[in-house]
């Protein structure tokens, strides 16, 4: 790995004092809040320099969705080593990407809103393509998972269609019960659910369907989160009960 210069150093660690200025700008007013000038007021940099790291906020925008992405690897990373057969690890990557949108939610949609074409359109090539690469390494890393799954007889990927119908349908299925259970608390039928237990459910549903071996009723998966979050996840853990 190179060994980077006090001048890029110092360059980086300018860079992310910026992204976290912007984050705490969309936190209290969100992303139609956030602006160049309301960053350079907050900042103790000149509007010039601040133009040496971000063209425009959908360049900030993008960078801080390759923040979360950076985030994400290392969680899903973890979640890979922990020691139980591949559905369990799969679980684990959902706890992950539950507690990365738990505890970073300003972070959580912006990685969706870094694929829309206005911000695709104005950010940096090299920001795109750093994003296509952290999110071509997360997708590899469920890929590897369901390939393993397969190769151990615990599910037959062709009944499927393939290994990434399979990966997408785990992304979708995770994103779609955080971002309801998040973003709309105030539903009826939101109110009256815990957000981890509603994701397990709609987890082991879509995994029972698929036939991904052990079923739900041959394995006890509440077993398996309470390990997740002791041998795993303990430090975010203890974050999310102090938030």
């Avoid at 080593?81 to 949108?101: C, D, Q, S, T, W």
């Avoid at 969706?112 to 997708?139: D, F, G, H, M, W």
């Avoid at 994103?175 to 987890?203: P, R």
Wanted: hydrophobic share 40%; with cysteine; net charge negative.
């Amino acid at each position: 790995m190179k060994t980077l210069s006090r001048k890029e150093r110092n360059f980086l660690e300018r860079e992310q004092e910026l992204i976290d200025l912007a984050l705490d700008i969309m936190h209290e007013e969100g992303f139609v809040g956030l602006t160049m000038d309301k960053l350079t007021a907050r900042s103790d940099f000149s509007k010039g320099t601040i133009y040496n790291h971000f063209s425009c906020k959908e360049d900030v925008l993008s960078a801080i969705g390759i923040c979360c992405l950076n985030d994400l690897n290392s969680l899903f990373s973890r979640a890979m080593a922990f020691k139980g057969n591949p559905r369990e690890r799969l679980i684990a990557m959902h706890v992950a990407y539950m507690l990365n949108a738990r505890l970073k939610s300003d972070q959580f949609m912006c990685v969706l809103s870094c694929k829309t074409s206005t911000v695709k359109e104005k950010s940096s090539e090299k920001r795109q393509l750093i994003s296509t690469e952290k999110e071509t390494q997360l997708i590899s890393l469920l890929n590897d998972l369901v390939r393993e799954a397969e190769q151990v007889g615990d599910l037959d990927v062709l009944k499927s269609r393939s290994i990434e119908a399979v990966t997408f349908s785990h992304w979708a299925t995770s994103f779609g019960t955080i971002a309801l259970m998040m973003h709309a608390e105030e539903s009826q039928i939101v109110k009256k659910l815990d957000v981890e237990e509603a994701l397990l459910y709609n987890i082991c549903v879509m995994l029972d369907g698929l036939g991904w071996k052990p079923l739900s009723s041959e394995w006890d998966y509440l077993d398996t989160i309470e390990r997740i979050h002791n041998e795993v996840f303990a430090q975010e853990m203890e974050q999310l009960n102090h938030q």
